[in-house]
């Protein structure tokens, strides 16, 4: 067979050079060469017949795309009731963080439905995953494994097998030899995944592929992957804790707004029904920089802990700083309160915490946030009953955030009887006593916080 030259295209102005190049030749960017496979230049087009011809709106057939349960039900739940056939799914995360387990999981449970399932591991040897299968309860006839790296030999397993369900781990340990980047390239990403998306559309069989993610926390390379896929789920959480959060960053068959809530175990991932809970097991009241706040994750609502400890700094430039919550959040309210509510920190390190290796990053949290630093600083404890939640503008004013009321409701579950939120909020909801308040300074002097 005929080798396939390859070249390196520029991702920017679209020139193309026979060798890699640290400088685009045309537009003069720098490191934007992708490799590429060449194909035949593309002369006049003429006109052909479609493939399939256009046909009115209303007489598409809807049952085309309908989900098929993987038997997961935190992942279903987050797909909107499973995997569609022929579809491509991306699942990224950190190392270590679960993506294997939760995929072997559901394979098995895939073929203990009836369907044939595939799963490709370039990183790990049958055996390693044969010993985790049985870890997990997920050894089944059905259930077929692959150890390869070459994409041909990938798509000539699938030929084989002829699976319902096929998973990649990785996406970025696959390689086309005609390309003489290393696997991981952006260039083999995308060669290696714009297949299999080809076979998944062609055979009707659902792909799920495993990104690794960066530290920055974006998927390797394959910005570019995110684009050819249906759906591109994130796992998170922090790998020192047990609670895993499963995203849904882009889906082409529902709503992007679920989200899937794991604990990592002996046994693997179990779904976790009352998270709010699990977060504030260990809770201990009357503490000065802990207040709880109701945060909404896609449409479910969570409560999280958030603890701050002000400790006294000889520093020139005191330490700010924070784990599970955006550090721009921390210093944009540490300056409001300097200057909105006459509450100086210029001689304090401050630490704040989302407790539970969960990370809130929503601007409900600001009021909350800004209240547990004032009591970490004068000692003053907020009730242990007492919930906060709302937005801090610039001027120290408070804002509503969305669905106000289904937080407080999960608050008024959990045992939170009482909720400052600004004056704008609406109703809320019975057995929540609510505490409406204009500004930060005023949340500060109704909760008593400053001594006088
Ligand atoms: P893994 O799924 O291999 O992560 P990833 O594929 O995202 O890199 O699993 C990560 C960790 O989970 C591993 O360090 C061990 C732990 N683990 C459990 O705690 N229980 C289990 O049942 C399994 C299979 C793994
Ligand atoms: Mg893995």
Known sequence: MAKVRSVFRCSECGASEPKWTGRCNGCEAWGTLVEETDGPAVGRVSLLAPTSAPIPIAEVDPTEFVARPTGVGELDRVLGGGLVPGSVTLLGGEPGIGKSTVLLQAAAEVASSGRKVLYVSGEESPQQIRLRAERLGALHPRLWLAAEIGIAQVVGAIDQVQPDLVVIDSIQTL?????????????????????????????????????????????????????????????EGDRHHALRLLRVVKHRFGSTQELGLFEMTEKGLIGVP???????????????????????????????????????????????????????????????????????????????????????????????LGLAIVSSLTGVPVPGDLVACGEVGLGGELRQVAHTPRRLSEAARLGFHRAVVPISAPAAPAGVQEIRVGTLAEAVSRLGLLPS
């Open 175 to 235: 390689v086309n030899p005609d390309l003489t980047s290393a696997p991981g390239s952006v260039g083999q990403v995308r060669e290696c995944s714009h297949r299999l998306v080809q076979e998944a559309k062609a055979r009707g069989c659902a792909i799920v592929l495993v990104g690794h993610v960066t530290k920055d926390g974006n998927l390797a390379g394959p910005r570019v992957l995110e684009h050819v896929v249906d759906t591109v789920l994130a796992f």
């Open 274 to 368: 009352d998270p709010s809970g699990l977060f504030l097991a260990d809770r201990r009241v009357g503490i000065a920089g802990s207040v709880v706040v109701p945060t909404i994750e896609g449409h479910r609502p969570l409560l999280v802990e958030l603890q701050v400890l002000a400790a006294s700094s000889n520093l020139p430039s005191p330490r700010r700083s924070a784990t599970g919550l955006d550090n721009g959040r921390l210093s944009l309210l540490l300056a409001v309160l300097e200057q909105r509510v006459g509450v100086s920190t210029t001689k304090h390190d401050v630490y704040a915490l989302a407790v539970g290796g969960v990370k809130v990053v929503e601007p409900g949290v600001d009021l909350a």
